[in-house]
């Protein structure tokens, strides 16, 4: 794999509440600099982001509902997320009902964003550490039949972040959807541990490092 196309499978992410502009500045300098795939940020922080990334070709990804999935307002978040620009949204999937067995909740609650944000790459982001693998299954179904484009792990704000045999279990469960891990991936063996098991994109800080493992091993 070259440095471009593990970058390409990036999203070079912050984000920590007390993130502040500078540091923002420095994350998009960072992804327009190693040719990161798209800077993942609060909506709070995307219209600095999106001046910052403007004409470079790394997209905007915004996460909603951001980090606990329990709100009413995902949907208006990311309708307003595609107005100011964003290219992708990473929505947090409402936990809470997948642990009642709602299911038909959980997937109206996807598709409310999925048609708030119908030109937009939609990831759902199931909290994998929080669900039993039976519930992982049904999760990777609903984000499907709600027409998700992406399952991804974890937010990395929960009590534990991506796991191999999750990504495995939900590239088997999500039926043609993509994976994205995150959550705890500090390393080039780490992120290689998901791709190898089946993620087709990494959402984390540590980015660079990311790539410098790549170096060292080649």
């Known amino acids: 794999m070259t440095k471009l196309e593990l970058a390409q499978k990036i999203d070079h ?38 001046k910052c990334i403007s004409g470079s070709g790394v997209k905007l990804c915004v996460v909603v509902g951001f980090p606990l999935g329990c709100s009413v307002t995902k949907a208006a978040e990311a309708a307003a997320m595609a107005e100011l620009g964003a290219d ?9 009902r997948a642990k009642d ?34 519930e992982i299954i049904w999760a990777c179904q609903a984000a499907k039949n709600a027409g998700a484009d992406f399952v991804k792990t974890s937010t990395g704000f929960s009590s534990g972040g991506a796991k191999a045999e999750d990504v495995a279990l939900m590239k088997q469960a999500a039926g043609g959807l993509r994976v994205k891990a995150s959550g705890g991936i500090h390393t080039f063996q780490e992120a290689m541990t998901m791709i190898d098991a089946g993620a087709d994109r990494i959402g984390a800080s ?12 080649q």
């Open 13 to 50: 992410t912050l984000l920590k509440p007390d993130a502040t502009a500078e540091q923002i500045k420095k994350l998009c300098a960072e992804a327009v600099e190693h040719r990161f795939c798209s800077v993942c940020v609060n909506s709070g922080r995307a219209a600095l982001a999106k």
């Open 88 to 96: 992708e949204i990473d929505m947090v999937l409402d936990v809470g």
């Open 101 to 134: 067995g709602d299911w038909g909740a959980v997937e109206a609650d996807i598709r409310a964003v999925r048609s708030a944000c119908s030109k937009q790459v939609l990831k759902v982001i199931l909290e994998t550490c929080l669900l039993t693998e039976t």
């Open 206 to 217: 540590a980015g660079i490092a990311i790539l410098s493992g790549l170096e060292e091993a």
